[in-house]
């Protein structure tokens, strides 16, 4: 594990006056997160809640090393529920859990063609990942046979990264997948160790670690990640990015707990699951920031909640982020495709691709972005009412 370092905003303040002790602060964590050196749970925590800690210096401190490994590039993931809802587990912050009621459409796995015509789809959108994503607590061995022939007919027909999420495997299943070819696996910790038994009970978090280790063993990259505002402590926040840094997970998504209908956690008042964190823009780019300085050089994805708690700060995600889904998440709509590569160019960003699919896909959509003139009857509404 990594050294704690003893970067401390208070030790900044004694040496300093207060215009340089700022320029210092901001610099040392740029400097501290690049020379790969730990920052203090302290100084993590005044990242996340101190008010004399200014949100764009901030930003930009991340930024700085957001561009030392991944200059200006977005990379556009597209997730396809492969299978959805029928999930046997009870986290109480999905929708498709045995114990939620929300109302989405339950299917078992898809047919093969309809998931290959789904990577074409993504490989010609510009993607630069095709996330294939199942419910369930984990595939049978029948079934992780089944996934490798898929994901060996994907990577044979597609130059595109493939990431799978399936549960819980073990190591046979894992030395399975990355032998057709997997590129990543998606096993998302969510939550720290001590928080984990108040949002699931059919497993543990130990679980999911040996289902990430199992990935390590056989050389696969993993991909985990973390859902802030599911009640947790600032400590657990800053306890998962350290595991996740500790992991050295190659793609890290940042989610923000959408509430919805019917799952167990939104059954809850805020003040009923304890969450006493409000996820406002300003918070939820803290701590893409904190993860960014903690996992300098991680693919960082500002993942489900983007477009909900971000609001019109949403662009500013990218200056600690380096990647982000389109078309939306597991079971809930984002904004669509044109309008999130219109806001990665016109913030100076430009898309990583597989191919020249993203900028195909923005000219043709361009065609549709024609602006609306308003009508008469908007215009002069009482002209119009009286005709
Ligand atoms: S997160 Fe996965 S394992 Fe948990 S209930 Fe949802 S589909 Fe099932």
Redesign the pocket.
């Known amino acids: 594990m990594a050294q704690t370092n003893s970067l401390c905003y208070t030790e900044i303040v004694w040496k300093s006056d207060v215009k340089n002790m700022e320029t210092t602060f901001y610099h040392e964590l740029t400097t501290t997160s690049l020379q790969g050196e730990l920052l203090s749970d302290d100084c993590c925590k005044k990242i996340l809640t101190a008010s004399e800690v200014g949100l764009l210096p901030l930003l930009d401190a991340a930024y700085q090393v957001r561009k030392t490994y991944f200059q200006n590039t977005v990379q556009l993931h597209i997730l396809n529920n492969a299978q959805n809802g029928y ?5 109480h ?2 929708a ?3 114990s939620a009621t929300a109302d989405i459409e339950a299917y078992p796995l898809k047919p093969d063609a309809e998931i290959l015509a789904e990577a074409e789809r993504a490989y010609e959108s510009g993607a630069y990942r095709y996330c294939i994503v199942m ?3 984990g595939p049978s061995p029948k079934r992780v046979a089944h996934l490798a022939e898929l994901i060996r007919a994907v990577k044979t027909r597609y130059p595109i990264e493939v990431c799978l999420s399936a ?1 819980l495997i073990d190591i046979e299943a894992a030395h399975t997948l990355k032998a057709a070819g997997l590129d990543r696996l998606n096993h998302n910790l969510n939550t720290s160790e001590a928080h984990y038994p108040k949002i ?1 009970s059919t ?1 543990s978090y130990q679980d999911r670690m040996e289902t990430l280790q199992a990935a390590q063993k056989v050389g696969l990259a993993c991909c985990s990640g973390i859902i802030v505002g599911m009640g947790e402590e600032i400590s657990d926040l800053i306890e998962v990015a350290k595991e996740l840094r500790c992991l050295e997970v190659a793609s890290l998504p940042v989610n923000f707990f959408l509430p919805i209908s019917g799952t167990q956690l939104s059954e809850f008042a805020p003040a009923q699951r304890n969450v006493s964190i409000t996820l406002t823009p300003d918070y939820c780019l803290r701590v893409l920031c904190l993860y960014r300085f903690l996992n300098p050089r991680a693919e960082i994805r500002v993942a489900a909640g983007r477009e909900h708690y971000l609001r019109s700060m949403e662009v500013m995600a990218l200056y600690p982020a380096n990647s982000m889904f389109i078309e939306g998440y597991l079971n809930a709509a984002g904004t669509g495709t044109a309008r999130t590569l219109q806001m990665i160019e016109d913030a100076g960003f430009t898309v990583k691709t597989n191919g020249d699919g993203a900028k195909q896909l923005k000219e043709s959509e361009k065609k549709k972005a024609d602006v609306l003139l308003k009508e008469l009857k908007v215009l002069r509404p009482r002209m119009a009412s009286s005709t």
Not at 87 to 91: K, M, S
Request: proline share 6%; glycine share 12%; net charge negative.
């Open positions: 999930c046997p587990e009870d986290c912050y999905c498709q859990a045995s419910s369930g607590r549960g699931c497993h």
